[in-house]
């Protein structure tokens, strides 16, 4: 079973509305972390937000934040007032806990495009 | 500074050659990671050093050879290579091994295998 699973492979939103990227994962370790990463068509996979399982918030980063429901498994990234710039694949990955924590694992990722 | 350079951008190479990638922190972080990513694709973990040692190698042939020479600097020595090895390869540094530790990337080098 994939352990992170991004279910959109395409998103379009207009410039100056909010987004929602979907992530959902899989593990069984009480300890682990999730990061979304933006990936322009540059290359550079840029972080832009970390929830740790045992974060009582969710987390938030500017006009990032993350819609973290531990009991669903989901982690979804929510970027507000999307821009032009915004336009990037975006990955979520996991990390989990000690044995295993150097292994990320991404989704597929889901290509975000933002209309003028 | 969440830097992470590498070189060269972009790299060429016949089947036959043999050539150096190169990555470099200055963020005093003691892991480092190679991955290897196809287009439209996920990165694959390749390597990873904590402090200077290879503690992961995810099966990858042995064409590909890293080397940490120091807690900064990363390479990763190619030889021998297939087309199919064209890919983004990125390095990756995080503070440790951890689960709350987040990598930071460099901007990766674009390897074509003629």
């Known amino acids: 079973a994939q352990k992170i699973t991004q279910t959109q492979p395409g998103m379009f939103v207009q410039e100056k509305e909010a987004v929602t990227l979907d992530c959902t994962y899989d593990?069984?370790?009480?300890?682990?972390?999730l990061f979304w990463y933006k990936q322009p068509s540059s290359g550079e996979m840029i972080f832009l937000i970390y929830?740790?399982?045992?974060?009582?918030q969710n987390a938030t980063e500017g006009r990032y934040s993350l819609n973290f429901q531990k009991a669903r498994k989901s982690a979804n990234l929510v970027i507000s007032a999307s821009q032009l710039g915004d336009s990037a694949m975006y990955f979520c990955?996991?990390?989990?806990?000690?044995?295993?924590?150097?292994?990320?694992?991404f989704g597929d990722g889901t290509t975000l495009t933002v209309k003028p | 500074d969440t830097e992470v350079t590498q070189t060269p951008k972009h790299l060429v190479m016949g089947m036959t050659n043999k050539k150096s990638l190169k990555c470099e922190q200055h963020?005093?972080?003691?892991?480092m990671y190679w991955y290897k990513q196809k287009a439209k694709k996920p990165p694959e973990l390749m390597f990873v050093?904590?402090?200077?040692?290879?503690?992961i190698n995810e099966s990858v042939p042995s064409r590909f050879s890293p080397e940490c020479p120091n807690s900064s600097l990363l390479n990763l020595h190619l030889h021998a290579l297939q087309p199919e090895d064209s890919a983004l390869y990125l390095c990756a540094s995080s503070q440790v091994v951890s689960f709350t530790d987040t990598q930071y990337f460099g901007p990766g080098t674009r390897l074509t295998v003629l």
């Open positions: 990955a996991m990390r989990e806990g000690l044995s295993n924590a150097g292994k990320s694992t």
């Open positions: 929830q740790g399982s045992y974060d009582q």
């Open positions: 050093y904590s402090y200077e040692k290879l503690s």
């Open positions: 963020m005093g972080h003691r892991a």
């Open positions: 593990t069984s370790d009480p300890s682990y972390g």
